[in-house]
């Protein structure tokens, strides 16, 4: 089950921006729950409800990216255990992607994603003496997961936005390339300093004009997007190891970061506690 935890409102006080909290611990149980968690994820890529738990969209991007997994499958926690013989067949490589995107905890696991799972057996079949896609987590892992892989779901402007995938976690943002403004209406941010700028407004105003403008002139959305300007509002998931928590806290909580992103974070660690 993947599950809403919490939700902090108003982050930005234009009742539009927010930080979600949620629970993907129980991702890797099994089958049916890796789908459910991948589809929920890339479900905000084309807004559509309809796609969630689709095996359909599953296989697509099982595939989608080089013949190997979307970044969607990041969002998939796995726990590797040394004291399991299967599990060290992965641990005990010079050099595997599940190290490389994991982390360690406790020097007893190894708390990794599917993505990387999938991209080791795919480049290293030969090393191992079952398929190692099969790894599941019991009930009893997935709580120590619960403990340290943290995912949010924002929405937040776009130089927010950009400011935040400079971390590298695992992201997964709203497509305007497949989802168009007659779909999913834009919405603006516009901070305390632009209010009441009557050109700012403007702006605002005839950038949507000529962004349906060009839709009518069968203009694909991924190029009537880019008239769209900067302080759009976008949708993007976010997943986090300990470390990379600790790190976005340690310069996004800093009195020096930009406002913005600083809401996000006071607003990460609320609802963590």
Request: contains cysteine; hydrophobic residues 35%; proline residues 3%.
């Amino acid at each position: 089950m993947i599950e809403l935890i919490n939700k902090k409102e108003n982050i930005f006080d234009d009742n539009i921006a927010f930080v979600e909290n949620w629970d993907f611990s129980r991702a890797n149980l099994d089958e049916e729950n890796r789908i459910r968690a991948i589809t929920q994820v890339a479900s905000i890529c084309y807004q559509n409800p309809k796609a969630l738990g689709s095996e359909s969209l599953y296989n697509r991007l099982m595939a989608e990216s080089m013949g190997l997994p979307s970044s969607s499958f990041e969002f998939v926690p796995v726990l590797l255990d040394y004291e399991n013989e299967k599990h060290r067949e992965i641990l005990n490589l010079e050099y595997s992607n599940c190290k490389k995107f994991g982390e360690q905890l406790d020097d007893k696991y190894l708390l990794t994603n599917y993505r990387a799972l999938v991209y080791d057996y795919e480049n290293l079949k030969e090393s191992f003496s079952f398929d190692i896609r099969t790894i599941f987590n019991n009930e009893d892992e997935c709580k120590i997961i619960k403990d340290y892989f943290k995912v949010f779901l924002y929405k937040v402007d776009l130089p927010t936005r950009s400011q935040m995938v400079r971390h590298r976690v695992s992201w997964q943002e709203l497509s305007r390339r497949y989802v168009s403004g007659k779909k999913v209406p834009f919405e603006f941010y516009i901070s305390e300093k632009l209010r009441g700028n009557e050109k700012v407004q403007e702006l605002i105003e005839k950038s949507q004009e000529l962004y349906y403008e060009l839709l009518e002139l069968k203009i694909k959305p991924q190029e009537a997007r880019r008239v769209i300007p900067q302080m759009g509002y976008s949708q993007i998931w976010g997943a986090f190891l300990p470390r990379q928590l600790d790190n976005y806290f340690k310069l996004r909580l800093d009195e020096t970061a930009q406002w913005e992103i600083r809401q996000t974070a006071l607003a990460m660690q609320e609802l963590i506690k």
